[in-house]
């Protein structure tokens, strides 16, 4: 009988793929697939509160760099996303579980592991919904770099009271620009933002859209 490597389990097992009927694998496999659907939970919580700015956070390693073990893609995946000083709360697993590899990966662990395929639900995020946590978090992302530029622009009023006009307007706050993966709207607002008034309108308008 062939030698069988098990990921989840990490070892090899001798009695080739009769180990993934033994009573240590499906007790690890249940141990695993619960966590793995305690993250799914906790992560569409993030993506379904009212307020998505409750998401930013100043971005602190010791509490933003951790990562969610994913036993589907055998990978340990990062929990929080990161744009400049922010980070992004839920925004990294959210990205893995809607994506397509995990999907694929889930479907062939599902079926090498005979788990009930109703729990599969459970370990995914419908891409719909991630993609209107983004659009969202950009637009979070972009109002709070208006009230960015907004404080410091403040600033040199504040320091010289008797100028009649604000110093010269400081470079622009590049960090929030530039979310982590550089794939969006690399150097500019989120498409939202970019026609001035009405943000907050815009923003109601679009979250009834997306919920
Ligand atoms: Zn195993
Ligand atoms: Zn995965």
């Not at 990205?95 to 788990?115: C, D, S």
């Not at 972009?142 to 320091?159: F, G, K």
């Amino acid at each position: 009988m062939a030698v069988f490597y098990c990921g989840l389990c990490r070892r090899s097992a001798f009695t080739g793929r009769r180990h993934l009927y033994s009573a240590g694998h499906r007790r690890r496999l249940r141990e695993a697939l619960a966590q793995l659907q305690e993250a799914t939970a906790a992560a569409r919580a993030m993506a379904a509160v009212a307020d998505v700015a409750e998401a930013v956070r100043r971005y602190d390693p010791a509490e933003h760099d951790g990562r969610v073990w994913c036993p589907c893609c055998g990978r340990g995946v990062r929990r929080d996303g990161r744009s400049g000083e922010l980070a992004l709360l839920q925004a990294e697993l959210l990205r893995h579980l809607a994506g397509p590899e995990h999907r694929r990966e889930t479907a062939r662990f599902w079926r090498e592991n005979r788990v009930e395929a109703a729990l599969r639900e459970q370990c995914l995020v419908p891409a719909e919904e991630y993609e209107c946590f983004t659009q969202a978090l950009e637009r979070a992302l972009a109002e709070q770099q208006r009230r960015e530029e907004e404080r410091i622009l403040q600033v040199p009023s504040a320091t010289s009271p008797h100028r009649q006009r604000p110093g010269p307007r400081r470079p622009r706050l590049t960090a929030l620009s530039h979310p982590a993966d550089g794939r969006r709207h690399p150097g500019g607002r989120a498409p939202a933002a970019r026609h001035g008034a009405g943000r907050a309108a815009a923003s109601n308008r679009a979250r009834t859209l997306c919920r």
